[in-house]
């Protein structure tokens, strides 16, 4: 089983519409979680942090369910410019580790007028 | 905002020659990290770095990999004999003291081409 698991897409959406995007992990003991995009051939850039009681941000929403091993994506009226990867992504810090990243493979958006 | 900056935007070598990639971290960071992607794959973790030293590495990071911090502000990730395997994206991050909760900056990394 992969270590952190996407829907890797592509999703094709118009402006304005709701997306949703799903990831699950193996790790139990995984500690944090992020969402970071990535546009083409560039750097993973910070979306949001997701916190145990799920968190907002203008247009995107994060949800984690640690039960299930579950984190979610939504972003409500889509943009042209939300049109990237979007990455989920989980760290681990138990024994030696000093919070090392596992990306997922990334989940493709998008957003056409 | 404070970033982290990566030098040589792209580096071109022959196979078996050394490379050197820069990194200057965001200034009151202390964790340190690099990964890499290949073309069309998910971003690898490498090393860790804290304290002056390696705290954690990947199965990838083997003998011909190693990083330094040789004054108060580059970080440096060494490819002794590069291989054509070696040609991706690499990217070097940092975060600040705080827990695992603070999230990594990315710098907008160094693409590596092994002819």
């Known amino acids: 089983r992969k270590e952190v698991e996407q829907d890797p897409g592509p999703f094709n959406v118009p402006e304005g519409a709701t997306v949703a995007f799903n990831c699950t992990y193996s790790n139990s003991a995984s500690q944090s979680f992020f969402w970071y995009r990535q546009d083409c051939r560039k750097e993973p850039k910070l979306l949001m942090s997701v916190y145990s009681s799920g968190n907002e941000d203008g247009r995107f929403t994060a949800q984690l369910n640690r039960a299930s091993q579950y984190i979610s994506l939504l972003i409500r009226d889509s943009k042209l410019s939300d049109s990237a990867t979007y990455l989920c992504?989980?760290?681990?810090?138990?024994?030696?580790?000093?919070?090392?990243?596992?990306f997922g493979q990334g989940t493709i958006l998008t957003v056409h007028p | 905002e404070p970033e982290v900056t990566q030098t040589p935007s792209h580096q071109v070598t022959q196979m078996g020659q050394e490379v050197i990639l820069r990194c200057v971290p965001i200034?009151?960071?202390?964790?340190f990290y690099w990964y890499r992607q290949i073309l069309g794959q998910k971003v690898e973790f490498l090393v860790s770095f804290y304290n002056n030293e390696i705290s954690e590495k990947s199965e990838i990071f083997d003998d011909q990999f190693s990083v330094e911090r040789p004054d108060g502000s580059n970080f440096t990730l060494k490819i002794r004999s590069t291989k054509l395997e070696d040609s991706a994206m690499y990217f070097c991050?940092?975060?600040?003291?705080?827990?695992?909760?603070?999230?990594?900056?990315f710098g907008d990394g160094t693409r590596l081409s092994i002819l």
């Open positions: 992504v989980v760290s681990y810090a138990g024994g030696t580790s000093y919070g090392k990243l596992t």
């Open positions: 200034s009151n960071h202390l964790y």
């Open positions: 991050a940092s975060r600040p003291l705080g827990g695992n909760r603070q999230p990594q900056h």
